[in-house]
Nanobody, 129 residues
């Protein structure tokens, strides 16, 4: 079992930056898991944001965040990060990190929430105009 805890959310003005963290604990450590970030705006479905393979060798991003967001990981401390720059009001939502059981997800599976087995409770990000 893997427990995931997100932090780093908050209220920021448009154009600002935030860095989210996802700390993992439990019997299976995330150093061997592919990881992802998803977000959910009020009244909307959970959308893919970014994904990273177990060793950071492969990353993927939603078109809406490419060039602004960066996903990274530090397996030594079992933590995955999401650096968010040039934030826009449409980035507002609850951001969840997720872990898959495998080390690597194929490109077509990375953006699918059903590919992930463990989820955190989320951290709220609000971007004001």
């Amino acid at each position: 079992q893997v427990q995931l805890v997100e932090s780093g959310g908050g209220l920021v003005q448009a154009g600002g930056s935030l860095r989210l963290s996802c700390a993992a604990s439990g019997r299976t450590f995330i150093s061997t898991n592919a990881m992802g970030w998803f977000r959910q705006a009020p009244g909307k479905e959970r959308d893919f944001v970014a994904a990273i393979s177990w060793n950071g060798g492969n990353t993927d991003y939603a078109d809406s965040v490419k060039g602004r967001f960066t996903i990274s990981r530090d397996n030594a401390v079992n933590t995955v990060y999401l650096q968010m720059n040039s934030l826009k009001p449409e980035d507002t939502g609850i951001y969840h990190c997720a872990a898959a059981r495998g080390r690597y997800l194929s490109p077509e599976r990375r953006s699918n929430a059903a590919s992930y087995d463990y989820w955190g409770q989320g951290t709220q990000v609000t971007v004001s105009v």
